[in-house]
């Protein structure tokens, strides 16, 4: 699997380079930066105290739903990056600078997006009506790990794969 993921660097670091190299224009830098923080927890958390508040019962089977979810790509995803220790792509090329602190070493998968696809797709399971704001969240939060330094595209490609199935297994696991 290293050795897979050392030859993906190779194959990949030309295009976090020009990524990178946008984001360092400010007018993109700071929104990402911005998107990037909120994908930390903020915007789920929020979330997943807003909807009780605003839709009962229904709200309160949703945001639990979001939390074992949230548990269990933790802990996968905490395994994964221990396990195959993959560089960051501003830890392996050093023209890629990581214009945010970064919050953990490796960079394989990226945790944002497997919260944010996971999370997205159990709420808009629940409320499809916030399918309009969380896709497009979703899709920022996961280009701002590329933009800013921080991830390769197959880091963020395989962590919304696995974002996408942990949310359908508990989906159906629930129904």
């Not at 007018?27 to 009780?52: E, H, K, N, T």
């Not at 497009?136 to 395989?158: E, K, N, Q």
Request: overall charge positive; charged content about 15%.
């Amino acid at each position: 699997m290293r050795l897979l993921l050392k030859r993906l660097n190779e194959v990949e670091v030309s295009l976090c380079r020009a990524w990178a190299r946008n984001g360092q224009r400010r007018w993109i830098q700071r929104p990402f930066a911005v998107i990037s923080r909120l994908g930390d927890g903020v915007f789920w958390y929020s979330l997943i105290i807003f909807l009780p508040l605003n839709h009962g019962l229904l709200g309160l089977k949703a945001s639990l739903h979001m939390v074992a979810t949230g548990g269990i790509a933790l802990a996968l995803y905490k395994s994964l990056k221990f396990l195959t220790r993959r560089e960051r792509p501003c830890d392996y090329a050093t023209e890629i600078v990581a214009l945010v602190p970064p919050l953990d070493r490796y960079s394989f998968p990226s945790g944002h997006t497997l919260h944010a696809v996971s999370f997205s797709t159990v709420a808009i399971y629940y409320f499809p009506g916030l399918a309009w704001i969380l896709v497009p969240f979703t899709m920022l939060v996961a280009s701002s790990r590329i933009i800013l330094g921080l991830h390769y595209p197959s880091d963020v490609l395989v962590a919304t794969l696995i974002g996408l199935a942990l949310a359908f297994s508990g989906i159906l696991w629930l129904a």
